[in-house]
């Protein structure tokens, strides 16, 4: 029996996410650990939290888990595991050991679409030199997959959402539209091959990316999910308390994304995102709506997003242009 995953969900990967308004109510009843190691905590809103164990080495911790993105479990699998590795990747961390994190019906599927979301995340997790070492499960329905793991960086070189300095200029690793596309095939308006660039996309570890940071000693990097291009750079902008322009006509776009926001695929967390930002960002009176409303797309394992300093610029673009899909803004 082939498995649809997507019937079983009414909302997939990170545009499942408690929308940011509501969380950051949340997280102000939670006291903030203090402990001079903790070099990195939930203040900041950043990709993942940072501990100090000596001089040279910290531990990097994440944790992402989301309800399926597309209908393939194996698929579904790599993708989950793609996205819960980027967190450590956007802190400039080498991702090392991880956990499952599952819930999945233990009735009403077959136990071998299980088993096949657990390969995918094995074998995404093996591309980027990860073991999972263990997890969890719990009996729950529609299913849900990810990881949570542990990386190491030197506490030296850690990347942050706070790293962004005036004058960076941006540069974004994947294409934007992964919401949107998602959006459109439950529709049935997407083209096949926007569907499969989405996947290709998502399944795609943001490791290239990462080791271009490290070597060229970048400091502001986030990576793009839940709360779109515009959500994330807004929490750049508070933790590095600079203010961000992007010229969306620049940002690259997967296939159809921007025609298909025309025959109405806007989900609805684009509209949370845009809600969660509106007090604290200004729109060029020409921005095209549609372009307005891909900024507030809600990306599963979308790209890293790196505050470069002006002067290497074009040596990182190019680098990532040749080694990557990727673009400046
Ligand atoms: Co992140
Ligand atoms: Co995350």
Do not use: W
Request: hydrophobic share 40%; net charge negative; with cysteine.
């Amino acid at each position: 029996m082939k498995v649809d995953l997507l019937k079983l969900v009414e909302y997939g990967g990170c545009s499942a996410k408690i929308p940011a308004k509501q969380l950051e109510e949340i997280l102000k009843f939670l006291p903030l650990p203090s402990d001079p190691n903790i070099l990195v905590d939930i203040d900041t809103h950043d990709d993942a939290g940072v501990y100090r164990i000596s001089d040279e080495l910290a531990l990097v911790l994440t944790t992402d888990f989301f309800p399926p993105v597309c209908s393939d479990p194996y698929e579904f699998g790599q993708i989950a595991a793609a996205n819960s590795i980027s967190d450590v990747y956007a802190m400039g961390g080498d991702p090392v050991l991880a956990l499952n994190i599952v819930m999945f019906p233990a009735k009403g599927l077959p136990l071998e679409a299980y088993a096949e979301m657990l390969k995918g995340g094995f074998d995404k997790a093996t591309e980027a030199g990860v073991r999972i070492i263990g997890g969890h499960t719990i009996d729950d329905t529609p299913p849900k997959y990810g990881l949570a793991v542990v990386g190491f960086v030197h506490p030296e070189k850690i990347m942050t959402n706070a790293g962004a300095r005036p004058g960076d200029k941006l540069i974004l690793t994947k294409p934007l539209g992964t919401g949107v596309i998602m959006a459109a095939q439950r529709m049935g308006i997407a083209d096949q091959s926007d569907i499969e660039e989405a996947k290709r996309q998502m399944k795609l570890l943001n490791k290239t990316g990462a080791e271009v940071m490290k070597r060229h000693g970048i400091k502001g990097a986030t990576d793009i999910t839940g709360f779109g291009l515009a959500g994330h750079l807004l929490k750049m902008a508070r933790a590095s308390k600079v203010s961000i322009n992007i010229s969306m006509k620049k940002v690259p776009l997967i296939g159809k994304t921007y025609s298909l926001v025309d025959d109405g695929c806007i989900p609805g967390a684009s509209f949370r995102n845009l809600e969660y930002c509106e007090n604290d960002t200004s729109f060029s009176p020409d921005l095209d709506y549609n372009l307005k409303m891909i900024a507030f797309d809600a990306q599963t394992s979308g790209g890293l997003l790196m505050s470069v300093p002006a002067d290497r610029l074009m040596l990182l673009f190019l680098i990532c242009t040749a080694g990557l899909s990727s673009f400046g803004l």
